[in-house]
């Protein structure tokens, strides 16, 4: 939660945590909630202030379904949760290690295995250490330079604050078994807190499927919406 709509709200912060006596989402009610207050740094929507994020430990206790198309989110009770039937579902393993949930992506022949999914970001990143490693790869056709031609100055906001981003289009970038060509994401040069970590994927692409995000069993189901199918994206190999 944002520290200062903590101290609006006349939470009790002590140390790194305050406790939320109840919270509602949706028809979901909760008591009695440890967040973490922090100055928030981002906004994704112009003239929209955002208060705070849903964490892990939110997800890791239901299957949570984000219907992109519909826009509509939906917690599930994993007893009730029934994959096989979903029609035309892939199931993708998660690495949830460190309570951050990671993938394989592929970008041109390089296979990235420790990519964020990220549903808070609005775009796709790569960090600097995968791009250095797999120069082949990962290379602009020519679209990101006219971006930057264009906008001397591309930011990207994170928790920890803004990040300067370079545009850059890709050949082919391979992602819930979808190939997507000339995709247009961003290369983040200064990535040191994200050694560990590849890049990220966010909603640019994942608002072409609707995801089950199912902690419990270390896994996301994505099933290709009506955003996929309006779209030139190929099945990817």
């Given at each position: 939660?944002?520290?200062?709509?903590?101290?609006?709200l006349?939470?009790?912060?002590?140390?790194?945590?305050?406790?939320?006596?109840?919270?509602?989402?949706?028809?979901?009610?909760?008591?009695?909630?440890?967040?973490?207050?922090?100055?928030?740094?981002?906004?994704?929507?112009?003239?929209?202030?955002?208060?705070?994020?849903?964490?892990?430990?939110?997800?890791?206790?239901?299957?949570?379904?984000?219907?992109?198309a519909?826009?509509?989110?939906e917690?599930?009770?994993?007893?009730?949760?029934?994959?096989?039937?979903?029609?035309?579902?892939?199931?993708?393993?998660?690495?949830?290690?460190?309570?951050?949930?990671r993938?394989?992506?592929?970008?041109g022949?390089?296979?990235?295995?420790?990519?964020?999914?990220?549903?808070?970001?609005?775009n796709?990143?790569?960090?600097?250490?995968?791009?250095?490693?797999?120069?082949?790869?990962?290379?602009?056709e020519?679209?990101?330079?006219?971006?930057?031609?264009?906008?001397?100055?591309?930011?990207?906001?994170?928790?920890?604050?803004?990040?300067?981003?370079y545009?850059?289009?890709?050949?082919?970038?391979?992602?819930?078994?979808?190939g997507?060509?000339?995709a247009?994401?961003?290369?983040i040069?200064?990535?040191?807190?994200?050694?560990?970590?590849?890049?990220?994927?966010?909603?640019?692409?994942?608002?072409?499927?609707?995801?089950?995000?199912?902690?419990?069993?270390?896994r996301?189901?994505?099933?290709?919406?009506?955003?996929?199918?309006?779209?030139?994206?190929?099945?990817?190999?």
């Open positions: 939660i944002d520290r200062d709509v903590a101290t609006e006349g939470l009790q912060v002590e140390g790194s945590q305050a406790i939320v006596p109840q919270m509602n989402v949706g028809p979901i009610v909760m008591h009695n909630v440890v967040v973490r207050p922090l100055k928030l740094q981002w906004n994704t929507t112009a003239g929209v202030k955002e208060v705070g994020l849903l964490g892990f430990d939110f997800i890791d206790d239901a299957v949570i379904h984000i219907n992109y519909d826009q509509k989110l917690a599930i009770d994993p007893g009730a949760f029934h994959p096989e039937k979903l029609s035309g579902s892939l199931e993708i393993p998660l690495d949830l290690d460190q309570w951050v949930a993938t394989a992506v592929r970008i022949q390089a296979v990235g295995a420790n990519f964020i999914v990220d549903t808070g970001s609005p796709t990143m790569i960090f600097a250490a995968f791009a250095d490693q797999h120069p082949a790869d990962v290379r602009d020519h679209g990101g330079a006219l971006v930057n031609s264009l906008a001397h100055f591309l930011y990207s906001g994170f928790i920890s604050g803004d990040k300067r981003v545009a850059m289009q890709l050949d082919r970038i391979v992602f819930a078994g979808t997507f060509t000339n247009l994401v961003g290369r040069p200064d990535s040191s807190e994200f050694r560990n970590d590849d890049g990220l994927i966010g909603a640019d692409f994942l608002k072409f499927f609707d995801l089950y995000f199912d902690y419990g069993n270390g996301l189901l994505t099933v290709p919406n009506k955003f996929l199918r309006q779209n030139s994206t190929r099945p990817g190999h």
